[in-house]
């Protein structure tokens, strides 16, 4: 399973962004995917998941402003993030998770200024 992120960057306070995950080396639509993200010093946290069956949650920080999607026939999940925060500041990864055994991506950074 690989899985690559995308989209990361700087971006000013009030500014969107839509990160991407690319996956390979596994039958996508089986998989939860998830967002989640890690500042320095702190945990990492769930940002957004979708499941296969396309039900999705958000962490509480984020509702309201992202939207978690996915594409099953481009192997592909987006993290649409809008009216973003400095707070938002974090290197973000992607998850897919399968009866219990988790992947990860080697994470974007994405940059909030104020």
């Known amino acids: 399973v690989q899985l690559v992120e995308s989209g990361g960057g700087l971006v000013q306070a009030g500014g969107s962004l839509r990160l991407t995950c690319a996956a390979s080396?596994?039958?996508?639509?089986?998989?939860?995917m998830g967002w989640y993200r890690q500042a320095p010093g702190k945990q990492r946290e769930l940002v957004a998941l979708i499941r296969l069956d396309g039900t999705t949650n958000y962490g509480d920080s984020v509702k309201g402003r992202f939207t978690i999607s996915r594409d099953n026939a481009r192997n592909t999940v987006y993290l649409q993030m809008n009216s973003l925060k400095p707070e938002d500041t974090a290197v973000y990864y992607c998850n897919a998770a399968f009866r219990g055994n988790p992947y990860w991506g080697q994470g974007t950074q994405v940059t909030v200024s104020s």
């Open positions: 080396g596994m039958i996508f639509s089986v998989y939860n």
